[in-house]
């Protein structure tokens, strides 16, 4: 069952090592942080088995500057808490697209990241990439 704060929502993909975030609509400072909290309590169990998380903002308002610098510190944390893998579901959003790239270079985690239209595109590429 998912977990929820504000326009939040965190997920375990069954029977696999696979966090799935869901924004929708506008978020902010604080919500994000109960994110990165809630996504490495979630992952605690896997951090020397390896983890991937999957952040679907198909529905997601573009977020500040200031909220960009925490969805890059919070990469940075899962990195360090063993996540192996990132996967972006954006949509159809050029937007989206656009700002998940400029996170991901800002964050340069050195782990593999994809960009997906959907969730599941997002899921099948991390079997493919690092078989989690």
Request: proline residues 2%; hydrophobic residues 40%.
């Amino acid at each position: 069952m998912a977990k929820q704060n504000g326009a939040q929502s965190v997920e375990t993909v069954k029977g696999r090592q696979i966090i799935v975030s869901a924004g929708k609509g506008k978020t902010n400072a604080e919500e994000l942080k109960w994110l990165t909290e809630t996504v490495l309590e979630e992952a605690k169990a896997w951090r020397y088995r390896g983890w991937a998380y999957v952040a679907d903002c198909s529905e997601m308002a573009p977020v500040s500057p200031d909220e960009g610098g925490i969805l890059v510190e919070m990469t940075k944390k899962f990195v360090d808490a063993g996540c192996k893998a990132f996967g972006f579901a954006e949509g159809k959003s050029i937007m989206l697209k656009v700002q998940a790239k400029k996170n991901t270079e800002r964050s340069q985690t050195g782990i593999p990241e994809g960009h997906f239209e959907t969730v599941e595109e997002a899921i099948a590429w991390i079997k493919e990439e690092v078989n989690i």
